[in-house]
């Protein structure tokens, strides 16, 4: 018996025990993974990214930093096709492991200059999933904190600012350790009942909190921990953290 066959057999049992489950969602047939060149959080993108090419077939493209700055023997280790046409047309879903600061300040401006920008704003606009790891576009992750620990309270405001308003588009933010996971609770509709408050991950660190939008309202798990800093960003930032039940 195949994986794939394994994987079936235990979705009809559960399907069988549990009622009303039925099926699981089909995944979509394809995802675009696009680099820009961002280095912080790229390794732990990569892991993620080889996790979740074993549920989801994934393309890539990259920027031209992308290709003078990132390691690219590691990303070819992830096994990824690369994507030569139809770049938004032949895809359900877009993957931006390595988020720039520039490339967000594009976006969120509607600046168009480049492939890139160009490619997120229109699965934007065309209401396709996008997700995108922070790690190198927030000012509260524990990588950028390190790179620039004197940076301005105003300009982290502004760095802020710009990923809520990425976020108001519909794109989600994620840490890149936990790309995969922020990925496929897209693509399986495993997303928050609306207005209800997003469940946090056990363990609750300022990463964490640095893909929440300003005043957030937020429940934690059952018997959760939650670092330092990550209190600290929240309270920074006016996000309430409830305590789970």
């Known amino acids: 018996m195949t994986e794939a066959q394994l994987r079936d057999l235990i979705r009809e049992i559960l399907a069988d025990l549990l009622p009303g489950a039925g099926p699981a969602p089909a995944l979509p047939q394809h995802a675009l993974v696009l680099f820009t060149g961002a280095l912080l959080g790229f390794e732990e993108a990569c892991t993620s990214l080889t996790r979740l ?3 989801l077939p994934l393309d890539w493209i990259q920027t031209g930093s992308a290709r003078r700055i990132l390691d690219q023997p590691t990303i070819e280790a992830i096994g990824m096709t690369p994507a030569d ?9 877009l993957i931006v492991p390595t988020l720039t600061v520039n490339m967000v300040a594009k ?19 065309s209401g396709k999933p996008v997700v995108v790891a922070t790690n190198a576009a927030c000012p509260d992750s524990a990588g950028k904190r390190e790179w620039f620990p004197r940076m301005p309270s105003g300009y982290q405001a502004m760095l802020r600012e710009n990923l809520t308003r990425l976020r108001s588009f519909g794109v989600h933010l994620a840490d890149a350790s936990r790309l995969d996971r922020a990925v496929l ?3 399986r509709g495993d997303a928050p009942t609306p207005g209800a408050a997003p469940v946090l991950d056990r363990v609750v660190t300022e990463a964490t909190i640095a893909g929440l939008p300003d005043g957030a309202d937020v429940r ?17 930032r006016h996000i309430t953290l409830r305590e789970g039940s």
């Open 107 to 125: 976006v969120v401006h509607g600046v168009g200059d480049c492939l890139a920008s160009n490619v997120i704003a229109e699965f934007i606009m």
């Open 220 to 236: 934690l798990a059952p018997r959760a921990i939650i670092t330092d800093l990550a209190r600290e960003a929240a309270a920074r």
């Open 85 to 93: 046409k139809s770049l938004v047309a032949s895809h359900d879903l």
């Open 185 to 187: 609770r897209q693509v």
């Open 53 to 55: 090419r074993a549920d």
